[in-house]
């Protein structure tokens, strides 16, 4: 059975930082495209970074320049660091692991920023 599991969400002062984790069990991790997504309240799910297996990101333009994606294959975990925190970054973030033809998701986690 697949799991993803979510840490690290919280409520974070604006300009402040958080490291979401996300640990993978039940697959190989090593040969899934991992990502991070989010969703806030009336909006659709949204892409906020990916890493392939190889080790190649994306990101949201909004998350150019503060967010970094990074995977620990032996640990079969995922990381989104956020920095630079901003209001419109609240929302549920949720990790994903894909792998044609599959397409796993976490519970989510809460990121609130506020002051």
């Known amino acids: 059975q697949v799991h993803l599991v979510e840490s690290g969400g919280g409520l974070v002062q604006p300009g402040g930082s958080l490291r979401l984790s996300c640990a993978a069990s039940?697959?190989?991790?090593?040969?899934?495209?991992m990502g991070w997504y989010r969703q806030a309240p009336g909006n659709q799910r949204e892409l906020v970074a990916s890493?392939?297996?190889?080790?190649?990101?994306n990101f949201a333009d909004s998350a150019k320049g503060r967010f970094t994606i990074s995977r620990d294959n032996a640990k079969s975990a995922v990381y989104l660091q956020m920095n630079s925190l901003r209001p419109e970054d609240t929302a549920v973030y949720y990790c994903?692991?894909?792998?044609?033809?599959?397409?796993?998701w976490g519970q989510g986690t809460q990121v609130t920023v506020s002051s």
């Open positions: 994903s692991a894909k792998r044609w033809p599959t397409n796993y």
């Open positions: 039940g697959i190989i991790f090593s040969i899934y495209d």
């Open positions: 890493i392939t297996s190889g080790g190649n990101t």
